[in-house]
């Protein structure tokens, strides 16, 4: 029989074909290796879930699209773009985050700087005030001001001691190079309590405005900083204004004219060895320190100076003959302590404000803070001005406006 060869014919039609020889479509060989990748990516759990559905559109091309179920290596294509774009839209969120952090951190750094300039200016408004009231009564300005360098000496050491600063740990050559610096803001701090007990409070900073001219003269001989000609022509009205404020002066004397003066050659002084002292990075230190270290040595300088040049005048004869002339004892004591409290303050404030600003925009805003205290002074002692002693007033404020707009135009100029 021929029934055998015909059973095992390959050809034969009605004979069942094995799995294995099943021949698959494109779209299905393609399909089939993305089935296994989604499975093993579910079961593994390595892929996030965003991922394994994409894995599993990529799976059925007809849930991509006509296009994508057309043609075999579009699925992977689309998977590829859209985890492309996930992973761009995650890299600029940082990006976002930053930009919104540094807007934020600006924002921030600008009210803390008005609430700082705000603080300064009426620290000095109060000590000005306070201030010419317990001279005006106690005409003791040595024993004033060391009282005032006692009360920031209180101040600094509650500082240190409770942590709101860090101790500074001082080594024998910053105290010598600090010690001079001591030295002119004791004696600024003098001279200016000097003037003020003689003269009026806004005489007494009219005359203030003259410190430009000290410091390009003392910075000219000392630093060998030559200054541009805007610099020196912004002197002219500063100077200007200071001699026709002093000649129409009704509380005019010249005890109170030359230790202002004086105070200004102090203090640029300071400021000038305050310059060499910071070009020895390993010798500096925070504006805060340096500061509270002059503030204690002052006082150290100046106690005992007070009671020889003074003598003792806490005694209770003294301080009846104040209050004999407008305040009592207890008001005396307040206002004295009120005093040293805005005293140490303000210019605690100031410091702090200049490790936030160049020292350009520090002179403007202390120009601005003269004319406010000039201002509140005349308005709260009614002291009395004529036009021309407001002209030369203003006139010499001018100048220092122009002086620190000239400081400011200096680095461009040498660019």
């Known amino acids: 029989m021929q029934s055998t060869p015909l059973a095992q014919s390959p050809s034969t039609p009605f004979l069942k074909p094995r799995s294995g020889d099943i021949l698959r479509s494109p779209s299905t060989r393609d399909a089939l290796p993305l089935k296994l990748l989604e499975r093993g990516a579910r079961n593994s759990g390595l892929l996030p879930l965003r991922t394994v559905s994409l894995l599993r559109s990529a799976s059925r091309p007809h849930a991509l699209g006509p296009a994508a179920a057309s043609s075999p290596s579009s699925s992977l294509l689309f998977l590829r773009r859209k985890e492309d774009g996930t992973k761009a839209r995650a890299a600029s969120a940082p990006g976002i985050a930053e930009d919104g952090a540094t807007k934020l951190g600006g924002v921030t750094r600008t009210l803390r700087l008005v609430v700082m300039f705000g603080t300064w200016y009426l620290l000095n408004i109060y000590f000005n005030i306070y ?100 610099v ?130 520090h002179s403007v805003g202390n120009c601005a803070k003269r004319v406010v205290v000039i201002i509140s002074s005349v308005i709260f002692f009614q002291t009395p001005i004529s036009p021309i002693n407001s002209l030369g007033t203003a006139l010499a404020l001018a100048g220092v406006f122009l002086y620190s707009n000239a400081k400011r135009m200096t680095p461009k100029l040498k660019v």
């Open 131 to 230: 201030n010419k009231q317990v001279l005006k009564v106690y005409p003791f300005p040595a024993t004033v001001t060391a009282f005032e360098f006692g009360c920031g000496t209180v101040i600094i050491l509650l500082m240190w001691a409770s942590r709101l600063h860090p101790f500074p740990k001082l080594t024998r050559s910053q105290l010598a190079l600090i010690l001079p610096l001591a030295v002119a803001h004791t004696m600024g701090n003098l001279l200016t309590n000097i003037s003020i007990g003689r003269v009026a409070v806004s005489f007494t900073h009219t005359i203030k405005a003259m410190e430009p001219f000290f410091t390009v003269v003392l910075a000219s001989l000392f630093l060998g900083e030559r200054p541009s000609f805007w």
């Open 232 to 361: 020196v022509s912004s002197l002219v009205p500063t100077a200007c204004g200071v001699a026709l404020a002093s000649f129409s002066e009704t509380s005019f004397n010249w005890i109170g004219f030359s230790s202002a003066m004086a105070s200004n050659l102090t203090n640029q002084s300071r400021n000038i060895f305050s310059k060499k002292f910071m070009v020895n990075k390993e010798e500096t230190l925070d504006n805060i320190n340096l500061f509270s270290v002059m503030t204690i040595m002052s006082f150290m300088f100046l106690a005992p100076t007070a009671i020889f040049m003074e003598g003792f005048k806490f005694t209770p004869s003294y301080l009846q003959s104040a209050a004999s002339q407008g305040l009592n004892i207890k008001e005396l004591c307040v206002r004295s302590l009120l005093a040293g409290f805005c005293f140490h303050s303000y210019q605690q404030v100031s410091y702090g404000i200049l490790e936030m600003v160049s020292p350009v925009t």
